[in-house]
């Protein structure tokens, strides 16, 4: 069965600085591997995935995610992060055998500090 | 974007007693989902729904809980006996394609507190 593990409770980071979101997973076939954010009060929103080719995942608010496959990490990352994503943030793994569930993470609080 | 909606947002009930929570979907989308996050806990499956019948469900979803599309534009779960292990936060979620690399769109959540 997929799963995924996001090792941190909490992440602070200093406005301005970069931002790195951790996320392992665990899958049988290949990964199809996703990252969500919630705001207060708001449904999950979709970030970006990777499903194949380039490594490198570019997605909305300029975030971007680096798929390793050697170390079966999807970490999601931000160059200079803003107040305004302080959220949660979800890591999720669906896999191409077995069933069709989405696994998630616990998810991350992510607090940009002014 | 078009949304998810969920009602209601907060939901406090009695152990013992049946809840229903309803999801409106987007409109055009065929395929919806329920999952739930126990304070603290990973975000957990609990089933898929396609064509008016269960497409697979989790070892959670036994018999106490059930889902319904009544009348083609609400989704909804009900849970028969409510526990006080149900207390969590329930998201509804939908997709236009049931293909493993397509994006769900999810509500903003039902916050179920079971006393």
């Known amino acids: 069965a997929q799963s995924v593990a996001q090792p941190e409770d909490q992440v602070n980071v200093a406005e301005g600085n970069p931002l790195t979101v951790k996320c392992t997973y665990s899958?049988?076939?290949?990964?199809?591997l996703f990252w969500y954010v919630q705001y207060p009060n708001r449904g999950l929103q979709f970030l970006l995935k990777?499903?194949?080719?380039?490594?490198l995942v570019k997605g909305s608010y300029g975030f971007e995610a680096e798929f390793n496959k050697s170390q079966t990490s999807f970490h999601l990352k931000k160059p200079s992060a803003l107040v305004s994503d302080s959220a949660l943030y979800f890591c999720?793994?669906?896999?191409?055998?077995?069933?069709?569930?989405?696994?998630f993470g616990k998810g991350n609080q992510v607090v940009v500090i002014p | 974007e078009p949304e998810v909606t969920q009602t209601p947002s907060h939901q406090v009930t009695q152990m013992g007693q049946e809840v229903i929570l309803r999801c409106v979907p987007i409109s055009n989308h065929l395929y919806f989902y329920w999952y739930r996050q126990i304070l603290g806990q990973k975000v957990e499956f609990l089933v898929s729904f396609y064509n008016n019948e269960i497409s697979e469900k989790s070892e959670i979803f036994d018999d106490q809980f059930s889902v319904e599309r009544p009348d083609g534009s609400n989704f909804t779960l009900k849970i028969r006996s409510t526990k006080l292990e149900d207390s969590a936060m329930y998201f509804c979620a939908s997709s236009s394609d049931r293909r493993t690399n397509e994006k769900l769109f999810f509500g903003s959540g039902t916050q179920l507190s079971v006393l």
């Open positions: 990777y499903i194949t080719g380039d490594n």
């Open positions: 999720a793994v669906r896999g191409t055998w077995g069933n069709n569930r989405l696994a």
């Open positions: 899958v049988s076939g290949n990964p199809y």
